[in-house]
Every structure is written in structure tokens, then in C-alpha cells.
């Protein structure tokens, strides 16, 4: 699975970016897929996750209320809406693609097998 990430940009506080990633593939449907962030100088963190049939999202206690990920099988894609957005939301954004079937915010990165170039997010206070 090859994934590109995109709609990532420079946002003020309390604006909006949905950003998206498509993945290649016939077996995109099986996999479960998630959001993850990097800023300056930090680790990699996991943001969001959803399921291979959208049964279960799972979301950072940074950015419940905030974010939601969903995903449309039919067009392999995955998008991460991302709202009301603080200057803290500042970082590259990953989507990765995890063959199993559902992963959590505990599960860790090498649970992901495959991950898009990313997308940078910038949030001007």
C-alpha cells in the first residue's frame, strides 16, 4: 500500500484543514488506518485511528472533540477533519496503514506498516 497525504497549510486559531490521504491498492479496505503527528524536536504521537469497516474510531485526549477521522473504502481514501485548531495542532501530519483490522491509541508505530510522506500544519495564534 502506497499512501500521499494531503491539506495540510497555515491556519489561524480556531480555523479548520481536512486533510486527506489515498492509498494504492485493491486491499486498502483491509487495513486499518490512523493519523499520526510530529513536531519540532518531539516524537511522532499517534492523533487518530479508525478501523478497517469504521466501526471504531479512536482519538488523542489532545484532540477529542476536535478531530474526526473517517474514511471511504470505495475511494481509498482517509481524511482527518480537524477543527477548532490551537497552535499546539503545529506539526507534520502522517497517515499510516496497519494490517490489522482495528488499532488504538496505545498501540504503537510499529503496528503500522506502511506510512504517507506528510503533511505540514501550521497554526498561527
Known amino acids: 500500500v502506497q499512501l500521499q497525504a494531503s491539506g495540510g497549510g497555515l491556519v489561524q486559531a480556531g480555523g479548520s484543514l481536512r486533510l486527506s490521504c489515498v492509498g494504492s491498492?485493491?486491499?486498502?479496505?483491509?487495513?486499518?488506518m490512523g493519523w499520526f503527528r510530529q513536531a519540532p524536536g518531539k516524537e511522532r504521537e499517534f492523533v487518530a485511528s479508525?478501523?478497517?469497516?469504521?466501526?471504531?474510531?479512536y482519538y488523542s485526549d489532545s484532540v477529542k472533540g476536535r478531530f474526526t477521522i473517517s474514511r471511504d473504502n470505495a475511494k481509498n481514501r482517509v481524511y482527518l477533519q480537524m477543527n477548532s485548531l490551537k497552535p499546539e495542532d503545529t506539526a507534520i501530519y502522517y497517515c499510516?496503514?496497519?494490517?490489522?483490522?482495528?488499532?488504538?491509541?496505545?498501540?504503537?508505530?510499529?503496528?503500522?506498516?506502511?506510512w504517507g510522506q506528510g503533511t505540514q500544519v501550521t497554526v498561527s495564534s
Open positions: 491498492g485493491r486491499t486498502f479496505s483491509t487495513y486499518a
Open positions: 479508525i478501523s478497517y469497516n469504521r466501526g471504531s474510531t
Open positions: 499510516a496503514a496497519s494490517p490489522y483490522l482495528r488499532t488504538g491509541p496505545t498501540d504503537g508505530l510499529l503496528k503500522y506498516d506502511y
